[in-house]
């Protein structure tokens, strides 16, 4: 068959839903192309054209718009021919040349290269999808019919070009709902990395099904029986179990074959969303439901736009699966947002819907784009929304919110806006206060409960989910932390400059970029962040920049510049990320405190008698002399040892104590005891020395205590 016979052909394909001026215009492209790749083969041996070809063919099934079937003529046009972009600009139009040139770019993507090459790559592919999501529609096909002819491929690139489908090229497929185009991707995939295992599994798969064949056939015939009775439309198909997924349940889910395939399988397509629902009423009438097992996304479609009935049968002794959906949900559920182009002109509901969940979809990845520190990252962001398995909970409004399972109100709170996510400190799960770290279960209202100042808990990360609240919480936090380091960094630098007799303010620019230079880094802002880090000292710095300025010419600093007692740094003790209270001394306002920086993670605050501290000189020199802020009332906890004699009652009477004097018990615990005399260990918040004189009064007043005293490690 000629390539002139194979273009008719297509362009008889095309007829049944474009017009004539545009199959002319495709036709024009198709030409256009063979020109172009004129004397180019394929390792198989074919003129190169057949590939582009078979691309729209695949393009044309799912009944794409004209300009991404042209666009499939001419995806490697640029690429192998060295024809510029601009020139298929003047040929067909921008909106072509565009898709063409984002297509061009997808095909320079090696996924397998390196971890961050696949990372950077994998962002310009969203770039890509962002302006255009043909561009991947294109691309998805390109691939599949890579994959269907990559057999001459010598066996290297075959593993790359496998692992690469189905680590990214199926997943996006599924996520953008297009499932015939996935299963057969996975399943090509699959057969291609692991041939023994796919040949093993489909003679296993066919000798079964030819046993079973009877029983398929008498359920059928049961079903389509009940349908007639009650005068319902529908054709009932049989469903295939894919190599891929039967794979993956034998080795994740720990399935044996026979329990995989003791499942009989059927789909039921029917006119209208009212006869679904009396379909089911008709199927359950037949054979009783498994409890547990009925889905209905129809009335909550999957992230993708997938809509059906799902309902799980006991009969004849074996279980029977059926889908239930309409002619379109099934177009929808095989071709997802390609089913749009198709839908177009009649203003479908269902694929306006669709169309704008992929919408949100791709803005959400260009959001965590933006805010990802580096490509490594999102890409860590992005894996996590490829492969979701949804769960539905409502808004207080009765808004449906979709979140992959194991979402907790964090998640929840991001899914709604940044900001919210952002200021929230409680959630209510169906009008009772919840956990912010439990997972959501389908079906429930929360309700998030913000706070105006609020921000985000770096313990979070430990539960969230989503790549959204991932992304949001870590950029949060490292803003919060650039900026608290920017301070505490400032804050040292000046005192140790004044050690010098100099001031920052006084310090020429050429002279701050001098040691800019010298220490390597980009900016001075840079220079400050590291020492507020703890990755720097602040008297080496300081001294770097005096020795340059008239004040001191190669002044050599007195031993306590660093710990010097002339100019202590004051602290709230509510500094946040960069300011943290040594748990050996547990130190409280009013105690005489010392900082000690820890490389990277900014400064620890140690009582100034803690064991823990340097005890030679060049270790106290590097110490920073700090006093506490007049008004402070946070909370601090310090541990408190009583020594007692055993009566009734004893513990209550003093966790009464504890409350009179406005303290706060974090825990008791009785560390040992006898018939007489027992040790209490008590934890209690305080906000500082005052407060804690007043607890311990109160503590000892009561005749039973004999002992009490403050516990420093």
Request: charged share 25%.
């Amino acid at each position: 068959m000629s390539a002139e016979a194979t273009v008719e052909g297509l362009a008889r394909e095309l007829s049944s839903y474009l017009d004539t001026t545009r199959i002319n215009q495709v036709r024009r492209a198709y030409y256009y192309a063979e020109q172009a790749h004129e004397g180019q083969m394929r390792k198989s041996g074919d003129r190169y054209i057949t590939h582009p070809l078979a691309v729209a063919h695949i393009l044309a099934d799912l009944r794409l718009d004209h300009q991404s079937l042209m666009a499939a003529m001419l995806h490697d046009v640029i690429e192998d021919t060295g024809i510029p972009k601009d020139a298929l600009a003047e040929q067909f139009g921008d909106d072509v040349a565009e898709l063409v040139d984002g297509v061009s770019k997808l095909t320079q993507i090696e996924f397998r290269s390196r971890a961050e090459a696949q990372a950077e790559n994998f962002q310009k592919m969203t770039l890509a999808m962002a302006r255009d999501i043909r561009v991947i529609l294109v691309k998805l096909a390109d691939r599949l019919h890579n994959m269907r002819t990559l057999g001459p491929m010598p066996y290297e690139k075959r593993q790359r070009i496998a692992t690469e489908t189905l680590d990214i090229y199926a997943p996006i497929a599924n996520r953008l709902g297009m499932h015939s185009i996935c299963t057969e991707l996975e399943d090509l995939g699959f057969t291609s990395l692991y041939p023994m295992r796919s040949k093993y599994i489909s003679k296993a798969v066919d000798k079964l099904r030819g046993s079973h064949r009877e029983i398929i056939e008498d359920i059928r015939g049961k079903l389509q029986e009940k349908l007639e009775e009650r005068g319902l439309p529908g054709r009932i198909l049989g469903r295939e179990k894919h190599l891929n997924s039967i794979y993956n349940k034998m080795k994740f889910k720990q399935k044996s074959f026979h329990e995989i395939m003791d499942v009989y399988a059927f789909r039921i397509i029917t006119d209208t969303e009212d006869d679904c629902y009396r379909i089911l009423g008709a199927v359950h009438s037949l054979y009783k439901p498994l409890p547990g097992r009925f889905k209905d996304y129809i009335a909550m479609p999957k992230a993708n736009g997938y809509q059906s009935i799902h309902t799980t049968l006991f009969g004849m002794h074996v279980n029977i699966e059926i889908q239930i959906r309409t002619e379109e949900m099934e177009h929808i559920a095989n071709n997802g947002i390609a089913a749009h182009w198709m839908y177009k002109n009649e203003s479908s509901s269902v694929t306006s819907a669709n169309q704008a969940r992929v919408d949100r979809w791709v803005k959400g990845l260009m959001e965590m784009r933006e805010r990802a520190d580096d490509s490594m990252e999102f890409i860590e962001h992005v894996k996590v929304d490829l492969f979701p398995d949804e769960i539905y909970v409502f808004t207080p409004k009765g808004r449906i919110m979709e979140l992959p399972s194991g979402a907790t109100p964090v998640d929840f709170a991001y899914a709604i806006h940044t900001d919210i996510g952002n200021a929230t400190v409680a959630c209510r799960i169906n009008r009772n206060l919840g956990s912010l770290s439990q997972p959501l279960q389908s079906g429930q209202t929360v309700e998030i409960i913000t706070a105006p100042g609020a921000r985000p808990n770096p313990a979070w990360l430990s539960f969230v989910v989503t790549g959204k609240a991932r992304s949001s919480i870590r950029h949060v936090l490292k803003s919060q932390k650039r900026a608290e380091s920017l301070e505490l960094g400032r804050t040292l630098l000046k005192k140790s400059l004044k050690g010098f007799g100099a001031k920052l303010s006084e310090i020429s620019d050429a002279q701050k970029q001098a040691v800019v230079n010298h220490n390597q880094v980009n900016s001075f802002d840079d220079l400050i962040s590291d020492i507020g880090l703890g990755n720097r000292m602040a008297y080496l710095v300081a001294r770097q920049l005096a020795s340059g300025s008239e004040v001191a010419e190669a002044i050599e600093a007195p031993r306590d510049i660093e710990g010097g007692n002339h100019s202590p740094v004051t602290i709230r003790g509510t500094e946040g990320l960069l300011v943290r209270f040594a748990s050996c001394c547990k130190p409280i306002p009013g105690d005489p405190v010392v900082g000690v920086m820890d490389s990277g993670k900014g400064m620890v605050i140690h009582s100034d008698t803690c064991s823990r501290l340097p005890e030679d000189d060049e270790g106290r020199a590097r110490l920073t002399h700090l006093k506490w802020a007049k008004d402070i009332t946070d909370e601090f906890s310090v541990e408190l040892r009583v020594e007692l004699e055993r009566q009734r009652g004893v513990i209550a009477e003093m966790a009464n104590a504890v409350a009179m004097a406005d303290g706060n018990i974090e825990r008791i615990n009785v560390e040992e005891q006898n018939a007489r005399f027992g040790i209490v260990s008590l934890v209690v918040h305080v906000n500082g020395r005052r407060h804690l004189a007043r607890v311990m009064r109160r503590i000892r007043n009561i005749r039973a205590i004999t002992h009490i005293s403050r516990v420093r490690h």
